[in-house]
Protein backbone atom coordinates (compact mmCIF):
# COMPACT_ATOMS: atom_id res chain seq x y z
CA UNK A 1 0.00 0.00 0.00
CA UNK A 2 1.67 3.34 -0.86
CA UNK A 3 1.64 6.35 1.04
CA UNK A 4 -0.94 8.23 -0.20
CA UNK A 5 -3.29 5.69 -0.20
CA UNK A 6 -2.65 4.60 3.53
CA UNK A 7 -3.11 8.28 4.29
CA UNK A 8 -6.55 8.23 2.61
CA UNK A 9 -7.45 5.39 4.00
CA UNK A 10 -6.62 6.58 6.85
CA UNK A 11 -8.75 9.52 6.59
CA UNK A 12 -12.21 7.44 5.44
CA UNK A 13 -12.04 5.73 8.80
CA UNK A 14 -11.77 8.76 10.56
CA UNK A 15 -14.69 10.30 8.46
CA UNK A 16 -16.92 7.23 9.62
CA UNK A 17 -15.74 4.57 7.49
CA UNK A 18 -14.81 2.10 9.96
CA UNK A 19 -14.76 -0.87 8.07
CA UNK A 20 -12.47 -0.20 6.19
CA UNK A 21 -9.74 -0.59 9.30
CA UNK A 22 -9.56 -4.43 8.57
CA UNK A 23 -7.69 -3.03 5.52
CA UNK A 24 -5.12 -1.34 7.77
CA UNK A 25 -4.75 -4.36 10.44
CA UNK A 26 -4.66 -6.80 6.99
CA UNK A 27 -1.21 -4.79 5.84
CA UNK A 28 0.60 -4.35 9.15
CA UNK A 29 -0.24 -7.59 10.67
CA UNK A 30 2.01 -9.56 9.88
CA UNK A 31 5.23 -6.97 10.66
CA UNK A 32 3.65 -6.05 14.16
CA UNK A 33 3.31 -10.01 14.83
CA UNK A 34 7.00 -10.68 14.04
CA UNK A 35 8.32 -7.49 15.93
CA UNK A 36 6.03 -8.44 19.66
CA UNK A 37 7.16 -11.78 18.84
CA UNK A 38 10.40 -11.03 19.06
CA UNK A 39 10.49 -8.47 22.00
CA UNK A 40 7.56 -10.62 24.29
CA UNK A 41 8.81 -14.17 23.53
CA UNK A 42 5.37 -16.37 24.20
CA UNK A 43 3.59 -17.19 21.28
CA UNK A 44 0.35 -16.32 22.59
CA UNK A 45 1.02 -13.44 24.45
CA UNK A 46 2.73 -11.69 21.80
CA UNK A 47 -1.00 -12.75 19.44
CA UNK A 48 -2.77 -11.27 22.68
CA UNK A 49 -0.51 -8.16 22.64
CA UNK A 50 -0.76 -7.85 18.61
CA UNK A 51 -4.83 -7.65 18.81
CA UNK A 52 -4.39 -4.87 21.69
CA UNK A 53 -2.28 -2.93 19.49
CA UNK A 54 -4.15 -2.46 16.45
CA UNK A 55 -7.80 -1.83 19.13
CA UNK A 56 -5.57 0.97 20.53
CA UNK A 57 -4.47 2.11 17.59
CA UNK A 58 -8.12 2.35 16.53
CA UNK A 59 -8.95 4.27 19.26
CA UNK A 60 -6.51 6.75 18.99
CA UNK A 61 -6.36 7.41 15.18
CA UNK A 62 -7.73 10.78 16.01
CA UNK A 63 -4.60 11.38 17.29
CA UNK A 64 -2.57 10.42 14.52
CA UNK A 65 -1.68 13.58 11.81
CA UNK A 66 0.62 11.89 9.30
CA UNK A 67 3.55 13.90 10.26
CA UNK A 68 5.14 10.14 10.47
CA UNK A 69 4.35 6.95 8.10
CA UNK A 70 1.35 5.05 10.28
CA UNK A 71 3.85 2.04 10.20
CA UNK A 72 6.17 4.71 12.42
CA UNK A 73 2.98 5.44 14.65
CA UNK A 74 2.12 1.50 14.65
CA UNK A 75 5.33 0.37 15.88
CA UNK A 76 5.50 2.90 18.63
CA UNK A 77 2.27 1.46 20.12
CA UNK A 78 3.95 -1.91 19.41
CA UNK A 79 6.92 -0.66 21.43
CA UNK A 80 4.95 0.81 24.71
CA UNK A 81 2.60 -2.45 24.99
CA UNK A 82 5.48 -5.36 24.15
CA UNK A 83 7.54 -3.27 26.65
CA UNK A 84 4.65 -3.18 29.11
CA UNK A 85 4.25 -6.88 28.74
CA UNK A 86 7.18 -8.24 29.60
CA UNK A 87 7.57 -5.79 32.47
CA UNK A 88 4.67 -8.07 33.66
CA UNK A 89 5.53 -10.97 32.96
CA UNK A 90 8.07 -13.86 34.43
CA UNK A 91 11.40 -13.61 31.62
CA UNK A 92 11.01 -16.66 29.53
CA UNK A 93 13.69 -18.22 27.39
CA UNK A 94 12.32 -19.80 24.34
CA UNK A 95 14.47 -22.51 22.87
CA UNK A 96 15.81 -22.14 19.40
CA UNK A 97 14.32 -25.66 18.68
CA UNK A 98 11.26 -23.87 18.23
CA UNK A 99 12.30 -21.20 15.56
CA UNK A 100 11.53 -22.89 11.92
CA UNK A 101 15.44 -23.60 10.34
CA UNK A 102 16.64 -21.75 7.42
CA UNK A 103 16.97 -24.29 4.81
CA UNK A 104 19.47 -22.88 2.89
CA UNK A 105 19.75 -23.71 -0.97
CA UNK A 106 22.18 -21.40 -1.85
CA UNK A 107 25.19 -23.37 -1.15
CA UNK A 108 25.90 -26.98 -1.78
CA UNK A 109 28.51 -26.57 1.03
CA UNK A 110 27.09 -28.78 3.85
CA UNK A 111 30.04 -27.29 6.43
CA UNK A 112 28.75 -23.66 5.70
CA UNK A 113 24.90 -24.79 5.58
CA UNK A 114 25.98 -26.21 9.13
CA UNK A 115 27.95 -23.12 10.97
CA UNK A 116 25.18 -20.80 9.63
CA UNK A 117 23.15 -22.85 11.52
CA UNK A 118 25.10 -22.42 14.67
CA UNK A 119 26.09 -18.93 13.97
CA UNK A 120 22.20 -18.60 13.59
CA UNK A 121 21.77 -20.06 17.10
CA UNK A 122 24.27 -18.13 18.47
CA UNK A 123 22.70 -14.68 17.65
CA UNK A 124 19.26 -16.27 18.74
CA UNK A 125 20.34 -17.00 22.08
CA UNK A 126 22.58 -13.75 22.14
CA UNK A 127 19.48 -11.62 21.48
CA UNK A 128 17.51 -13.81 24.24
CA UNK A 129 19.95 -12.06 26.45
CA UNK A 130 18.86 -8.52 25.16
CA UNK A 131 16.62 -6.49 27.34
CA UNK A 132 13.30 -6.01 25.81
CA UNK A 133 13.99 -2.19 24.97
CA UNK A 134 17.28 -3.41 22.75
CA UNK A 135 15.49 -6.49 21.31
CA UNK A 136 12.86 -4.09 19.67
CA UNK A 137 16.04 -1.85 18.62
CA UNK A 138 17.50 -5.00 16.74
CA UNK A 139 14.38 -6.19 14.98
CA UNK A 140 13.68 -3.03 14.00
CA UNK A 141 16.79 -2.17 12.35
CA UNK A 142 17.76 -4.94 10.94
CA UNK A 143 14.49 -7.13 10.32
CA UNK A 144 12.18 -4.19 9.46
CA UNK A 145 14.59 -2.06 7.78
CA UNK A 146 13.39 1.18 9.93
CA UNK A 147 15.82 3.71 9.59
CA UNK A 148 17.93 5.51 13.31
CA UNK A 149 15.47 8.18 12.46
CA UNK A 150 12.21 6.24 12.49
CA UNK A 151 13.69 4.25 15.47
CA UNK A 152 14.42 7.84 17.56
CA UNK A 153 10.74 8.54 17.16
CA UNK A 154 8.95 5.92 17.43
CA UNK A 155 11.48 4.77 21.00
CA UNK A 156 10.86 8.61 21.72
CA UNK A 157 15.06 8.52 21.67
CA UNK A 158 17.27 10.93 20.63
CA UNK A 159 18.63 9.75 17.13
CA UNK A 160 21.97 9.30 18.93
CA UNK A 161 21.19 7.58 21.66
CA UNK A 162 19.73 4.67 19.60
CA UNK A 163 23.18 5.18 17.89
CA UNK A 164 24.81 4.34 20.31
CA UNK A 165 22.42 1.56 21.85
CA UNK A 166 22.71 -0.24 17.96
CA UNK A 167 26.55 0.12 18.02
CA UNK A 168 26.89 -1.31 21.70
CA UNK A 169 24.50 -3.71 20.73
CA UNK A 170 25.91 -5.10 17.62
CA UNK A 171 29.27 -4.78 19.05
CA UNK A 172 28.15 -7.47 21.94
CA UNK A 173 26.86 -9.68 18.96
CA UNK A 174 29.78 -9.39 16.71
CA UNK A 175 31.92 -10.45 19.96
CA UNK A 176 29.74 -13.41 20.28
CA UNK A 177 30.10 -13.94 16.33
CA UNK A 178 33.46 -12.98 15.93
CA UNK A 179 35.83 -14.44 12.56
CA UNK A 180 33.20 -17.34 12.05
CA UNK A 181 31.34 -14.57 9.79
CA UNK A 182 34.24 -14.68 7.41
CA UNK A 183 33.67 -18.52 7.47
CA UNK A 184 30.56 -18.14 6.15
CA UNK A 185 31.25 -15.56 3.62
CA UNK A 186 34.22 -16.40 2.14
CA UNK B 1 24.79 -0.29 7.02
CA UNK B 2 28.47 -1.64 6.74
CA UNK B 3 29.59 -5.05 6.02
CA UNK B 4 28.66 -6.34 9.80
CA UNK B 5 25.56 -5.28 9.87
CA UNK B 6 24.96 -6.85 6.06
CA UNK B 7 25.75 -10.21 7.87
CA UNK B 8 24.18 -9.97 10.94
CA UNK B 9 20.85 -8.99 9.17
CA UNK B 10 21.22 -11.90 6.91
CA UNK B 11 21.67 -14.10 10.25
CA UNK B 12 18.78 -12.58 11.69
CA UNK B 13 16.10 -13.22 9.53
CA UNK B 14 15.25 -16.78 9.94
CA UNK B 15 14.11 -15.36 13.06
CA UNK B 16 12.06 -13.20 11.62
CA UNK B 17 8.33 -14.64 11.59
CA UNK B 18 5.66 -12.92 10.24
CA UNK B 19 2.63 -15.49 9.94
CA UNK B 20 -0.41 -13.91 10.57
CA UNK B 21 -2.54 -16.43 12.34
CA UNK B 22 -5.68 -17.60 10.88
CA UNK B 23 -8.62 -15.15 12.15
CA UNK B 24 -6.43 -12.34 13.40
CA UNK B 25 -8.47 -9.83 11.45
CA UNK B 26 -11.39 -11.15 13.35
CA UNK B 27 -10.24 -11.10 16.50
CA UNK B 28 -8.94 -7.35 16.12
CA UNK B 29 -12.63 -6.46 15.13
CA UNK B 30 -14.60 -8.47 17.53
CA UNK B 31 -12.19 -6.76 20.69
CA UNK B 32 -12.67 -3.56 18.54
CA UNK B 33 -17.06 -4.02 19.20
CA UNK B 34 -16.85 -4.65 22.65
CA UNK B 35 -14.54 -1.96 23.50
CA UNK B 36 -16.79 0.37 21.55
CA UNK B 37 -19.96 -1.33 24.09
CA UNK B 38 -18.15 -0.91 26.88
CA UNK B 39 -17.53 2.33 26.46
CA UNK B 40 -20.78 3.31 25.39
CA UNK B 41 -22.30 1.84 28.23
CA UNK B 42 -19.66 4.01 30.57
CA UNK B 43 -20.85 6.88 29.12
CA UNK B 44 -24.37 5.92 29.50
CA UNK B 45 -23.67 5.65 33.27
CA UNK B 46 -22.25 8.54 33.43
CA UNK B 47 -25.02 10.91 31.86
CA UNK B 48 -27.28 8.78 34.24
CA UNK B 49 -25.51 9.69 37.21
CA UNK B 50 -25.50 13.47 36.33
CA UNK B 51 -28.98 13.53 35.63
CA UNK B 52 -29.87 11.85 39.00
CA UNK B 53 -27.35 14.36 40.38
CA UNK B 54 -28.67 17.37 38.63
CA UNK B 55 -32.31 16.11 39.63
CA UNK B 56 -31.08 15.68 43.34
CA UNK B 57 -29.86 18.98 43.60
CA UNK B 58 -33.31 20.37 41.64
CA UNK B 59 -35.02 18.63 44.34
CA UNK B 60 -33.32 20.20 47.36
CA UNK B 61 -33.37 23.63 45.86
CA UNK B 62 -37.31 23.40 45.29
CA UNK B 63 -37.93 21.73 48.89
CA UNK B 64 -35.52 25.14 50.54
CA UNK B 65 -37.71 27.23 48.54
CA UNK B 66 -41.02 25.84 49.62
CA UNK B 67 -39.58 26.25 52.85
CA UNK B 68 -38.31 29.90 52.68
CA UNK B 69 -41.66 30.40 51.21
CA UNK B 70 -44.01 28.65 52.86
CA UNK B 71 -43.14 26.55 55.67
CA UNK B 72 -40.13 28.73 57.08
CA UNK B 73 -39.31 25.90 59.20
CA UNK B 74 -35.64 27.16 60.76
CA UNK B 75 -33.17 24.02 59.92
CA UNK B 76 -29.94 24.38 62.39
CA UNK B 77 -27.01 22.36 62.49
CA UNK B 78 -26.21 22.10 65.74
CA UNK B 79 -24.94 18.69 67.20
CA UNK B 80 -27.34 19.19 70.53
CA UNK B 81 -29.47 15.92 70.99
CA UNK B 82 -32.06 17.37 72.50
CA UNK B 83 -32.40 19.85 69.67
CA UNK B 84 -32.48 16.95 67.01
CA UNK B 85 -35.69 16.05 68.82
CA UNK B 86 -37.12 19.49 68.44
CA UNK B 87 -36.35 19.35 64.75
CA UNK B 88 -37.95 16.00 64.05
CA UNK B 89 -41.26 17.49 66.31
CA UNK B 90 -40.88 20.56 63.66
CA UNK B 91 -41.01 17.95 60.82
CA UNK B 92 -43.97 16.08 62.06
CA UNK B 93 -45.94 19.05 62.83
CA UNK B 94 -44.91 20.09 58.66
CA UNK B 95 -46.92 16.70 57.92
CA UNK B 96 -49.68 17.33 60.20
CA UNK B 97 -50.65 20.55 58.64
CA UNK B 98 -53.80 20.81 56.54
CA UNK B 99 -51.93 21.59 53.23
CA UNK B 100 -49.22 18.71 53.79
CA UNK B 101 -52.29 16.31 53.93
CA UNK B 102 -53.24 17.13 50.58
CA UNK B 103 -50.07 17.01 48.56
CA UNK B 104 -50.03 13.51 50.94
CA UNK B 105 -52.90 12.39 49.32
CA UNK B 106 -52.04 13.15 45.73
CA UNK B 107 -48.78 11.64 46.06
CA UNK B 108 -50.43 8.78 47.14
CA UNK B 109 -53.03 8.85 44.66
CA UNK B 110 -50.46 9.04 41.98
CA UNK B 111 -47.92 6.13 43.80
CA UNK B 112 -51.97 3.60 43.40
CA UNK B 113 -51.98 4.92 39.88
CA UNK B 114 -48.92 4.02 39.15
CA UNK B 115 -48.73 0.36 40.82
CA UNK B 116 -52.33 -0.74 39.21
CA UNK B 117 -50.70 0.68 35.49
CA UNK B 118 -47.68 -1.56 36.23
CA UNK B 119 -50.26 -4.75 37.34
CA UNK B 120 -52.62 -4.07 34.57
CA UNK B 121 -49.98 -4.35 32.24
CA UNK B 122 -47.76 -7.44 33.52
CA UNK B 123 -50.81 -9.25 33.26
CA UNK B 124 -52.10 -7.73 29.83
CA UNK B 125 -48.18 -9.07 28.72
CA UNK B 126 -48.86 -12.23 30.32
CA UNK B 127 -52.31 -12.93 28.28
CA UNK B 128 -50.60 -12.04 25.00
CA UNK B 129 -47.62 -14.18 25.45
CA UNK B 130 -50.02 -16.77 26.80
Not at chain 1, 19 to 37: E, F, G, W
Not at chain 1, 134 to 153: A, C, G, Q
Request: with cysteine; proline share 2%.
Amino acid sequence: MKKEEELRLIERIKEGETSLYNQLVSHHSPKILSIVRGVVRNREDAEEVAQDIFVKAYFSLKGFRGECSFSTWLFRIAYNMSISKTRSKKKINVPYENIEQLQDNSSSDIDIIEEREKMVKILYEAIETLDPGDRFLVLSFYNHNKSIREISEICRMSESNVKVRLHRIKKRLSLLIGDKIDFCYG
Amino acid sequence: MDEQDINIKSLISPINDETVPFGFENKVLEKIKREVALRESRKETIQNLLIVVLAAALFSGALLLINYYYFNISISFSFNVLDITESIKGVTELFKSKESLIWIGIGANIAILLLCERIISERLNKKVTD
